[in-house]
């Protein structure tokens, strides 16, 4: 079974500092992605990779950046957190970008 | 404006009934579509996965129909059970991209 991990499952953090969410698969797959879940608003994108040093924007990537140095390891950086970026963060990976996604349980995170 | 609508109201079934849950989208060209379950806390696990050549998909008490004229997909769970409560989620992925977009979610309650 596919397994993705998230290295926390609540985070607290001030405003202006940087955060880094971590997330580690282990099925080699080639695509990671980075959501935020909030609610009415449903699963919104930040960033894609589908290849190791390679990203994509997604539809929301402001205040965001990511990191992909090894190809089961892909982190999400809050450069310098804002209220606005409270929300569930939830990390997938899947073989293909069309292909079914395995998610983590996510990182549920508040900035103060 | 592409949009996909999910139905925001919970639907609240008997259980041993059968439960349908409604995925409408607009302005995509999806080659493929995908129904997803998460439960409170978790992130999202994949279901089925249906193509456009592809009228209906079945596993288990679960059935998926894609009507690509109606611009609509069903999502079916036969001799629903307290267990199936959860919120579910559709997400398709246009042809030649390489993400998924997500609807908001329908929760489903099944009562005993």
């Known amino acids: 079974d596919v397994k993705v991990t998230q290295s926390s499952r609540y985070l607290v953090k001030r405003t202006g500092e940087k955060v880094f969410l971590e997330c580690v698969q282990d099925m080699d797959h080639e695509n990671m992605f980075w959501y935020r879940q909030d609610p009415g608003l449903g699963l919104r994108l930040i960033y894609f990779?589908?290849?190791?040093?390679?990203?994509e924007k997604g539809d929301i990537p402001e205040g965001y950046s990511v990191s992909r140095e090894k190809k089961e390891r892909f982190s999400l950086i809050l450069e310098s957190a804002s209220t606005n970026q409270t929300s569930m963060y939830l990390c997938?990976?899947?073989?293909?970008?069309?292909?079914?996604?395995?998610f983590g349980d996510g990182t549920r995170l508040s900035i103060l | 404006s592409q949009k996909i609508e999910q139905n925001s109201e919970a639907l609240n079934i008997q259980e041993g009934k059968t439960a349908t849950l409604t995925c409408n989208y607009t302005?995509?060209?999806?080659?493929?579509l995908q129904w997803y379950r998460q439960d409170p806390g978790r992130g999202p696990v994949f279901l089925l996965l249906?193509?456009?050549?592809?009228k209906e998909k079945r596993k288990e008490r679960l059935k998926v129909t894609f009507d690509t004229t109606l611009k609509q997909s069903l999502f079916h769970i036969t001799a629903s059970q307290p267990a199936d409560s959860a919120t579910y989620l559709c997400?398709?992925?246009?042809?030649?991209?390489?993400?998924?977009?997500f609807g908001t979610g329908t929760r489903l309650l099944v009562s005993p």
């Open positions: 997938a990976s899947s073989e293909t970008g069309s292909e079914p996604q395995h």
């Open positions: 302005n995509y060209s999806p080659a493929y």
């Open positions: 249906i193509r456009e050549n592809e």
């Open positions: 997400a398709l992925t246009n042809t030649g991209f390489q993400k998924l977009v």
């Open positions: 990779s589908y290849d190791v040093k390679m990203k």
